[in-house]
C-alpha cells in the first residue's frame, strides 16, 4: 500500500467537498435542519458530504469498508476500513462559527495507519501517517512542551443528550478553571484534538463521543508525540466514548486528575 500517494488523494477529495460545505454554507436554512436526537442535528450537507466523500475513497481503495456517522455506507470486516466525519461540529456549521471539520481515518486491522483532520474555518490540513511525523498545511507538527497542567490550557467538550455523569464531570472543569490557563470548548472534538497534536492545547477530554470523532485525530496526536487513553488509562478510546489526550510532559498529572473528579462506571 502507497500511503503517500493515498495521503495526495485524500486531500484533494477533501478539499473538493469542503469546498461545497462552504458553498452551502449561506443557503443552509432552518427548515433544511433535521433532528437526530436530543439536540443532535444534521443537515442535507452532512448527508451529501458523507456520499462524497464515501464515493471519493472508494475509488481510491475499493478494497476498504467503512465506519461513518450518517450511516451512507455499511460498516463490514474488511481488511481495511474508512473511518468518516463528513461534517465535525454540525451545530457550529449551523450557527456559521468554526470550527467545524472533516475527518478522515484509515485502519488496518483495527489500527488506524493513516489520520486527516481538514477544519475548513481556517483551511487546515492536519496530516499524518504510519511511521511519519505529522503536518499542518505539510509542515511538520508536535505537541506542546509545556510540563505542567498549571500552565497548561484544556478543550473539552460538552455532551448534548448524555448527562449520565455530568455533576462529576462539572467538578473536573471546576478544577481546571481554578489551576490551569484556561478551559476552551470549541465545539469538533477533531479539531481540538489536531490543536492539541500541533501545540495549541495541552490537553482535551471529553465523553459521549463516537469513533468518527476522534479516530483521525488521536491518530495525528499519537504521531506528534502525545498521548491518549480513555478515562481510566486504557486504550478503548476510540470506541469507548471516553478520551484524554495531552502531550506527553502533562499527560499523567491530567488523568490523574480526571479520575480523581470523574466519576464514571465505563
Keep these: 500500500m502507497?500511503?503517500?500517494?493515498?495521503?495526495?488523494?485524500?486531500?484533494k477529495l477533501s478539499i473538493q467537498v469542503g469546498d461545497y460545505?462552504?458553498?452551502?454554507?449561506?443557503?443552509?436554512?432552518?427548515?433544511?435542519?433535521?433532528?437526530?436526537?436530543?439536540?443532535?442535528?444534521?443537515?442535507?450537507?452532512?448527508?451529501?458530504?458523507?456520499?462524497k466523500l464515501v464515493a471519493g475513497l472508494a475509488e481510491i481503495l475499493p478494497e476498504?469498508?467503512?465506519?461513518?456517522e450518517e450511516e451512507t455506507a455499511?460498516?463490514?470486516?474488511?481488511?481495511?476500513?474508512?473511518?468518516?466525519?463528513?461534517l465535525d461540529g454540525t451545530t457550529n456549521y449551523i450557527h456559521n462559527i468554526t470550527p467545524f471539520a472533516i475527518s478522515i481515518a484509515l485502519s488496518k486491522k483495527g489500527k488506524i495507519i493513516y489520520g486527516m483532520v481538514y477544519e475548513l474555518g481556517q483551511k487546515e490540513i492536519f496530516e499524518a501517517l504510519e511511521n511519519k511525523k505529522p503536518t499542518l498545511n505539510g509542515k511538520i507538527i508536535k505537541v506542546s512542551d509545556t510540563t505542567s497542567i498549571q500552565e497548561s490550557i484544556i478543550a473539552t467538550g460538552f455532551p448534548y443528550n448524555d448527562f449520565s455523569i455530568l455533576d462529576s464531570y462539572l467538578q473536573s472543569l471546576q478544577f481546571f478553571m481554578k489551576n490551569t490557563?484556561?478551559?476552551?470548548?470549541?465545539?469538533?472534538?477533531?479539531?481540538?484534538?489536531?490543536?492539541?497534536?500541533?501545540?495549541?492545547?495541552?490537553?482535551?477530554?471529553?465523553?459521549?463521543?463516537?469513533?468518527?470523532?476522534?479516530?483521525?485525530?488521536?491518530?495525528?496526536l499519537q504521531q506528534a508525540g502525545g498521548k491518549v487513553s480513555d478515562f481510566q488509562g486504557?486504550?478503548?478510546?476510540?470506541?469507548?466514548?471516553?478520551?484524554?489526550?495531552?502531550n506527553k510532559h502533562v499527560f499523567n498529572e491530567f488523568l490523574d486528575i480526571i479520575k480523581k473528579y470523574v466519576k464514571d462506571n465505563k
Design 64 to 68: 476498504a469498508g467503512f465506519l461513518v
Design 2 to 11: 502507497n500511503l503517500e500517494k493515498i495521503s495526495s488523494q485524500v486531500k
Design 234 to 246: 486504557g486504550d478503548n478510546y476510540i470506541h469507548g466514548q471516553r478520551i484524554v489526550a495531552a
Design 21 to 51: 460545505i462552504l458553498e452551502e454554507r449561506n443557503k443552509l436554512t432552518s427548515d433544511k435542519v433535521q433532528t437526530k436526537g436530543f439536540h443532535d442535528f444534521v443537515t442535507y450537507v452532512d448527508k451529501n458530504s458523507e456520499k
Design 74 to 86: 455499511g460498516e463490514n470486516s474488511n481488511e481495511y476500513t474508512w473511518i468518516v466525519d463528513p
Design 181 to 220: 490557563h484556561g478551559i476552551r470548548r470549541l465545539g469538533s472534538a477533531a479539531t481540538d484534538l489536531a490543536y492539541t497534536a500541533c501545540g495549541r492545547f495541552e490537553g482535551f477530554y471529553e465523553y459521549s463521543l463516537k469513533p468518527w470523532d476522534v479516530a483521525a485525530g488521536s491518530f495525528i
